[in-house]
């Protein structure tokens, strides 16, 4: 029933820039947290940002500055803004969805994941 789709992944040169998109349905989803995550090859799956249903964003330190989240409700859409890529950007990355809790200030477990786009950084 719930489906995250995530696209716009694909190579990209050192430095450049990247948007990924991830497209909700089967879900209000202007009532979910959206995470985003990556794994590299060979590695676990980690955490790279939140995005809550108020609009802000948490962020890992190392994409802080270069990442940026954002979210179209009407859509249904949230969306991955990468700038200066480095090549340890490399991965497959992920969009989750997760209930809101105690209204829009805290998020809570990961209900559902996407499949996947898969983003290549060359020197």
């Known amino acids: 029933q719930v489906q995250l789709v995530e696209s716009g992944g694909g190579p990209v040169q050192a430095g450049g820039s990247l948007r990924l998109s991830c497209v909700a349905s089967?879900?209000?989803?202007?009532?979910?947290?959206m995470r985003w995550f990556r794994q590299a090859p060979g590695k676990e799956r980690v955490w790279v940002g939140l995005?809550?249903?108020?609009?802000?964003?948490v962020y890992e330190d190392s994409v802080q500055g270069r990442f940026t989240l954002s979210r179209d409700n009407a859509q249904n859409t949230v969306y991955l803004q990468m700038d200066s890529l480095q090549l340890e950007d490399t991965a497959t990355y992920y969009c989750?969805?997760?209930?809101?809790?105690?209204?829009?200030?805290?998020?809570?477990?990961?209900?559902?994941w996407g499949q996947g786009t898969k983003v290549t950084v060359s020197s």
């Open positions: 995005i809550r249903r108020d609009g802000k964003t």
């Open positions: 989750a969805a997760a209930p809101s809790l105690s209204g829009v200030s805290a998020c809570g477990g990961n209900t559902a």
């Open positions: 089967g879900l209000d989803f202007s009532d979910y947290c």
